[in-house]
């Protein structure tokens, strides 16, 4: 088995049209397995995959923008959430029609408990800043009358 990866490794080196069909493949198929093993809520396959062997993988979309965070949130796995964010999978990853793990979660209070410190500043501060445009709005408009 080892002398036909060398093999296989050398043609990939060697042939770049051998490589981008490997790449499409393997991209293909991991993203199909890891896409399913969170859709599954399979923790063991998911840090196997993600974690253990190909960390590339967090954020590898399928063919619908998809990522394994999307799905796990989802499903509502929370494990699974918890062992891809801590990761470092993204929350702020957009599929096709611009959802993120973050907008599926709502409504899902114990997956939204994962959410990373620093993203629970951020939203924070967002929420302070948003706070602060309508005081001084509605001050500005109160003073204009």
């Keep these: 088995m080892t002398h036909h990866l060398h093999v296989y490794a050398e043609a990939l080196a060697k042939d770049s049209h051998t490589r981008r069909r490997y790449l499409k493949c393997r ?42 965070l999307h799905f796990a949130v989802m499903q509502g796995h929370y494990d699974v959430c918890k062992a891809l964010s801590d990761a470092g999978a993204d929350w702020h990853a957009q599929n096709n029609i611009r959802q993120t793990p973050l907008d599926l979660a709502v409504g899902k209070p114990r997956i939204l408990e994962l959410l990373p410190e620093r993203m629970r500043k951020m939203r924070l501060v967002e929420q302070a800043d948003e706070y602060a445009r309508i005081v001084a709005n509605a001050k500005a408009s109160v003073s204009e009358k």
């Design 27 to 68: 991209a293909m198929l991991a993203s199909t397995t890891v896409h399913s093993a969170a859709k599954e809520g399979d923790l063991d396959r998911i840090v196997y995959l993600c974690v253990d062997h190909d960390p590339g993988l967090l954020s590898a979309p399928n063919k619908y923008g998809m990522t394994p």
